[in-house]
């Protein structure tokens, strides 16, 4: 079956630093693949999403470019702040469209320091 | 939109009883999912439905938990005889399609505690 794979946590880092989530999934078909972010005490958000190979998606400063050959999905940002202080998951869905349900990754914890 | 709102936020019970969940999808998101989070993991789908047709269920979803969306808006999901594996956060979700793509959104869960 499908499944996502993504780095252990936690991760700290000081603010500014560069940051790189490692996610790998496997699949059959041509999912959709997405990053979703949950701050303290705050439910699951969509961070970005790609739908095809090649695809790279972006929001506030986050991007993740879908890669096919290499089936992975790693989240980068180039200076965090405070404020980027959560836990991430990456997962995918069966569909092009991503209307189908979502296959997660445990989660990576961020912890960002002043 | 008002958001995916849940209803109870905490719910603490002793094993063998019964338990049920309500989500309230933002209006005229025609897509209802559940999923169940234990700690340290991430969200495990247990099932969707699409108005009020239920289109897959996980092999998670045991015959003691069944969910229904009678008329296509709230969904409950109802646990029987719960067991202290079923202690985790369950989660709620709505979507609809625009333009080609459909955006899950999230409730903020109902955490059950099994004891």
């Known amino acids: 079956g499908d499944s996502v794979t993504q780095m252990e946590g936690p991760v700290t880092l000081s603010e500014e630093a560069f940051l790189t989530i490692n996610c790998t999934y496997t699949a059959t078909g041509y999912p959709s693949l997405f990053w979703y972010v949950q701050y303290p005490g705050e439910g699951l958000q969509l961070l970005l999403k790609a739908t095809k190979a090649d695809d790279k998606g972006s929001n506030k400063g986050f991007e993740a470019t879908y890669r096919k050959e290499t089936t992975s999905f790693h989240l980068e940002k180039g200076s965090v702040q405070v404020s980027d202080s959560a836990v991430y998951f990456c997962a995918l869905s069966d569909s092009t469209g991503g209307g189908n349900k979502l296959t997660f990754g445990t989660g990576t914890q961020l912890k960002v320091e002043l | 939109d008002t958001g995916v709102s849940q209803d109870p936020r905490h719910k603490i019970t002793k094993r063998g009883q019964n338990v049920t969940f309500r989500c309230d999808p933002i209006?005229?998101?025609?897509?209802l999912y559940w999923y169940r989070q234990t700690l340290g993991q991430g969200p495990e789908f247990l099932t969707y439905f699409q108005n009020e047709a239920q289109l897959e269920k996980s092999r998670l979803l045991s015959d003691r938990f069944s969910a229904e969306r009678p008329k296509g808006s709230f969904s409950t999901l109802e646990i029987q005889r719960t067991e202290q594996g079923d202690s985790a956060m369950y989660l709620c979700?709505?979507?609809?399609?625009?333009?080609?793509?459909?955006?899950?959104?999230f409730g903020p869960g109902t955490r059950l505690t099994v004891t």
């Open positions: 979700a709505s979507s609809k399609v625009a333009g080609g793509f459909y955006e899950q959104y």
């Open positions: 209006s005229e998101h025609n897509r």
